[in-house]
Antibody, heavy 120, light 110 residues
């Protein structure tokens, strides 16, 4: 069965970096893009962008260029979200999901989410 | 880019129907037939209910339906059940390989 399993919760100091992993199984990894979405406590969903798993080409949402980096290790069917220079406002649950097409919005399988807490 | 506009809350009694709106612009909702709807229960990941305005993934009950008129999309939940109480989010393709979400609507089953 299709599964996306994310890494565990993280507690980081402001200014530090964090890397969240999203391991896919149950399907051919390179047939679907991976999207990244975050949800701050008590808030709505926020689009971060996506990565083409065939080419590794990332697309970042406005406001998420520079500190946010999407990467892949296709040998282990895993996508990564790396955030550097963390700020308190980055505290959120970060989700990955697979997408046959960014256009259609058919984001049918999601990871369980990774809570990143930024606090001194 | 601002979030799509959804009412913060909606409610209905069991068995009734409720409709949640999602208003955008001609650059997103109005410009493409690529609106999706997601259901999220507390502490869980979003679940896809509707994509491409009105298509349901397998396993989603036909009590959930989607539509669109101009810059506004709608999700209708018919025959409300207690388990439908959740947050609902719309999303739309917004051009240039980007997507925008709505602010979310909390649905209460009275």
């Amino acid at each position: 069965q299709v599964q996306l399993v994310q890494s565990g919760s993280e507690l980081k100091m402001p200014g530090a970096s964090v890397k969240v992993s999203c391991k896919a199984s149950g399907y051919t990894f390179t047939y679907f893009a991976i999207i990244w979405v975050r949800q701050a406590p008590g808030q709505g969903l926020e689009w971060l962008g996506w990565i083409h798993t065939n080419t590794g080409n990332p697309t970042y949402a406005q406001g998420f260029t520079g500190r946010f980096l999407f990467s892949l290790d296709t040998s282990v069917s895993t996508a990564y979200l790396h955030i550097r220079s963390l700020k308190s406002e980055d505290t959120a649950v970060y989700y990955c999901a697979r997408a046959p097409s960014i256009l259609t919005g058919n984001f049918d399988y999601w990871g369980q989410g990774t809570l990143v807490t930024v606090s001194s | 880019q601002s979030a799509l506009t959804q009412p913060p809350s909606a409610s209905g009694s069991p068995g009734q129907s409720v409709t949640i709106s999602c208003t955008g612009t001609s650059s997103d909702v109005g410009g493409y037939n690529y609106v999706s709807w997601f259901q999220q229960h507390p502490g869980t990941a979003p679940k896809l209910l509707i994509y491409e305005v009105n298509k349901r993934p397998s396993g989603v009950p036909d009590r959930f339906s989607g539509s669109k008129s101009g810059n506004t999309a709608s999700l209708t939940v018919s025959g409300l059940q207690a388990e439908d109480e959740a947050d609902y989010y719309c999303s739309s393709y917004a051009g240039s390989n980007n997507v925008i979400f709505g602010g979310g609507t909390k649905l209460t089953v009275l």
